[in-house]
């Protein structure tokens, strides 16, 4: 048996990691933003994983860190909220409002707290 690198590319624009806004208008007051955490790899799928980007009211140094890293979008502080990620149908993901690739190693850090508590 081979087992090859899985490509499921299908010639998409990378998502990973772009910000958009919160498609749940009942939910957007709490959380106005999503990011996508997938892998490009993936991007063949119908769904995409998500993270809520929180309003908070708490100050920045109240906020543990590596769980829950404050990004600036659009001028606010808002709380990364990796516990409550979700899979999202990417037709839903229409306009890109920023990326935050810059910021990658601090979301894949707060996914690893979650998954293996790291």
């Known amino acids: 048996m081979v087992f090859g690198a899985m490509t499921c590319v299908s010639g998409n624009a990378p998502m990973q990691f772009d910000v ?4 749940s208008p009942r939910m957007r007051d709490v959380y106005p933003y999503v990011v ?3 892998s490009d790899l993936l991007s063949a799928l119908a769904t995409r994983m998500v993270v809520p980007l929180a309003v908070t009211a708490l100050v ?19 709380m990364l909220v990796p516990f409550e990620a ?3 149908d990417k037709r839903l993901l229409r306009a890109e409002v920023i990326s935050i690739r810059d ?7 707060a996914m690893d707290a979650v998954l293996s508590g790291i």
């Open 86 to 88: 979700a899979p999202l």
């Open 60 to 78: 920045t140094q109240d906020l543990p860190r590596q769980l829950c890293p404050v990004i600036t979008v659009n001028d606010r502080p808002l």
């Open 20 to 23: 958009f806004e919160n498609p």
């Open 36 to 38: 996508d955490v997938q």
């Open 103 to 109: 910021r990658s190693h601090e979301i894949i850090a």
